[in-house]
């Protein structure tokens, strides 16, 4: 008998016993019961040597492919956050050297032609509103983590949420940087020759 077989057959006997209005089954009779079990149970056939050693294997071969999962699953993550500050990185190097760049075109332009300088006013604030965005990707991104950190739901539903933000943030400085240079091409091209 195995313990299936056991837990079966006691489930049939309490149930039969209930049927008949017994509604208390005596300690003493349960335990002549389970000791009839028990003796029933430790004489019968028992697995053999290959089989336990064969379910070991078994288990460590799953125990292993979770951790190889699990390792996986930590190194793809590395590199999604790895490649996602590299993206902020690479968004507020362009609007920052870009704000610098243009910075040092109005200082050499209101020595030549002050009355220009006005012009590209708006193509510098744009940029420097991109690094501005850009830092705000790197702080939302920095929030999101600490709430994906948590354990839980609405911790991990505010994580997900600033996630999304933090990449439409990042997507937002780059749309910033190609706006920003739009507009500071028809500055230039406004100037002529």
Same mark, same amino acid.
């Given at each position: 008998?195995?313990?299936?077989?056991?837990?079966?057959?006691?489930?049939?006997?309490?149930?039969?016993?209930?049927?008949?209005?017994?509604?208390?089954?005596?300690?003493?009779?349960?335990?002549?019961?389970?000791?009839?079990?028990?003796?029933?149970?430790?004489?019968?056939?028992?697995?053999?040597?290959?089989?336990?050693?064969?379910?070991?294997?078994?288990?460590?071969?799953?125990?292993?492919?979770?951790?190889?999962?699990?390792?996986?699953?930590?190194?793809?993550?590395?590199?999604?956050?790895?490649?996602?500050?590299?993206?902020?990185?690479?968004?507020?190097?362009?609007? #920052? +050297?870009?704000? $610098? &760049?243009? *910075? !040092?075109?109005?200082?050499?332009?209101? %020595?030549?032609?002050?009355?220009?300088?006005?012009?590209?006013?708006?193509?510098?604030?744009?940029?420097? #509103? +991109?690094?501005? $965005? &850009?830092? *705000? !990707?790197?702080?939302?991104?920095?929030? %999101?983590?600490?709430?994906?950190?948590?354990?839980?739901?609405?911790?991990?539903?505010?994580?997900?949420?600033?996630?999304?933000?933090?990449?439409? *943030?990042?997507?937002?400085?780059?749309?910033?940087?190609?706006?920003?240079?739009?507009?500071?091409?028809?500055?230039?091209?406004?100037?002529?020759?």
């Amino acid at each position: 008998m195995d313990a299936k077989d056991f837990a079966q057959e006691l489930r049939e006997i309490v149930t039969d016993l209930k049927t008949k209005g017994v509604e208390s089954i005596g300690s003493q009779n349960l335990i002549k019961y389970l000791d009839e079990a028990l003796r029933d149970l430790s004489t019968s056939a028992r697995p053999s040597e290959t089989t336990i050693e064969r379910y070991k294997a078994e288990l460590q071969k799953w125990v292993e492919e979770h951790k190889n999962i699990h390792a996986q699953g930590v190194e793809m993550f590395r590199s999604v956050i790895q490649a996602g500050n590299n993206a902020l990185r690479t968004a507020f190097l362009m609007n #920052g +050297g870009a704000s $610098v &760049a243009l *910075l !040092a075109f109005v200082g050499h332009l209101s %020595s030549v032609a002050p009355e220009r300088v006005p012009t590209l006013a708006p193509s510098l604030a744009v940029f420097v #509103g +991109g690094v501005l $965005v &850009a830092a *705000l !990707a790197s702080g939302v991104t920095y929030l %999101s983590q600490w709430f994906y950190a948590g354990e839980q739901s609405w911790q991990r539903k505010t994580g997900f949420a600033l996630n999304i933000a933090a990449i439409l *943030l990042g997507l937002g400085a780059y749309g910033v940087f190609g706006f920003g240079m739009w507009r500071a091409y028809r500055v230039f091209a406004s100037f002529g020759p």
